[in-house]
């Protein structure tokens, strides 16, 4: 299990990956494989075997320039792969983005067979290539001649993304899960509607604060701006007009788009959530609201809401239709005017029902059982 250099195995706050990553491993064992895991020496996570390179979690490079953070992933996967190649090893399952694939497609034949779970949108779309992001078509192009290598997707929207040359090496996706017993369960919900995402056009918190804002609602906004998590810190580099954060799109959409919010109290900034706080947050919310702007691959804060019993209401894009039931768990809005309606509406919903959605379709167990599936699917492709 090869995960990224960034952040140690749980995270404090913020970790897509890492929290998947942090609930598959143990599962995976309970059903009886052995796991060695490719991490940071500050992961506590049990595994059967951890190794790292690099004892500190990498997390203040990662929006270096590509010079500067691109030996830091090439090290970290030569090192696993280094260690890979001399053990005795069924699968290896890979979670580093671009350099994962790029590395593992074409290592040598000493590697056992490959697993790339895709976690994000990694194809260049229209939008991208219209703000100037250069395509990184011709990379996957490459990548797709390479046949010792299978692909995972979150979500049946995100395999929708993938394009044709790689449809040959998709295996069926495999939804991320949580440990649902251990988010609180609360019927009685506070007088409060929340945000948990980091900010982000692509995430439309904007949209949030103005339904509150119009409807008179009581807003509390957590998430990381850039790389700050405290709000304190956030406020410092706002209050400095040299700061070096104005260069990064999440940190002028806070500037541009909520900081001015901020002033009556209605609508407030908690800064990166965790732990125990994290939780209270989740659960005591009336809703989570999710104006997704992007065709999101997958959303582990809803799950994480819904499992503590917290509707969601969210755009109708990407995966949400595959994990919101409109009327059941949360509602699905096609536009401002339906999103703002339905918030209205959450009281409607059973919180009941919100957890059921996750036991039933998002839990870690679940999870485990799917991947060991495609572990098997890719060794048998791998031998034929």
């Given amino acids: 299990m090869i995960a990224p250099p960034w952040l140690p195995i749980p995270p404090v706050g913020y970790g897509g990956i890492e929290n998947v990553v942090h609930t598959l ?4 064992r309970k059903l009886g494989a052995h796991v060695e895991l490719f991490t940071i020496g500050e992961t506590i996570l049990r595994s059967d075997k951890k190794h790292w390179l690099y004892k500190a979690n990498q997390t203040k490079y990662i929006h270096r320039p590509y010079y500067d953070v691109m030996p830091i ?3 970290h996967q030569t090192y696993a792969l280094n260690i890979i190649k001399k053990g005795n090893f069924d699968i290896i399952h890979d979670h580093n983005p671009y350099i994962g694939p790029a590395m593992l497609a074409f290592a040598g034949e000493k590697l056992p067979p490959i697993l790339h779970t895709l976690h994000g949108p990694p194809f260049s779309t229209p939008d991208q290539l219209a703000l100037g992001i250069p395509s990184n078509l011709p990379m996957w192009q490459e990548l797709a001649q390479a046949d010792r290598i299978q692909y995972v997707n979150i979500s049946r ?3 929708k993304l993938v394009p044709r040359l790689m449809h040959h090496l998709l295996l ?15 019927k009685k919900k506070g007088d409060y509607f929340i945000t948990l995402a980091r900010f982000h056009p692509n995430k439309g918190q904007e949209l949030a604060v103005r339904a509150s804002k119009l409807d008179n609602h009581h807003l509390k906004m957590a998430g990381m701006v850039g790389e700050l998590t405290r709000p304190k810190q956030v406020m410092l580099e706002l209050a400095n007009p040299a700061s070096g954060y104005r ?26 959530l965790s732990g125990n706080t994290k939780l ?7 809703a989570l609201l999710n104006p997704i702007q992007w065709e999101e691959p997958f959303g ?15 755009m109708a894009r990407g995966s949400m239709p595959e994990i919101i039931t409109h009327g059941v768990n949360g509602f699905l809005a096609r536009n401002f005017r339906e999103f703002r309606e339905y918030i209205k509406k959450v009281g409607d919903i059973d919180p009941e029902a919100c957890r059921k959605s996750v036991e039933k379709k998002f839990s870690g167990h679940h999870m485990a059982k799917q991947y060991i599936a495609r572990y098997e699917s890719t060794i048998k492709l791998a031998h034929r």
């Fill in 25 to 28: 491993v143990p599962n995976l």
């Fill in 73 to 75: 992933l090439v090290a």
């Fill in 157 to 159: 929207a995100a395999r």
């Fill in 172 to 186: 069926e996706p495999v939804y991320n899960g949580i440990e649902v017993s251990q988010f609180p369960f609360k």
């Fill in 247 to 272: 260069s990064l799109i999440d940190f002028r959409y806070f500037s541009d788009h909520i900081f001015p919010e901020l002033e009556d109290g209605k609508i407030e900034y908690l800064g990166d």
């Fill in 280 to 286: 209270q947050f989740l659960s005591n919310a009336k």
């Fill in 300 to 314: 582990m804060a809803v799950i994480e809401a819904l499992a503590c019993g917290t509707p969601v209401v969210a």
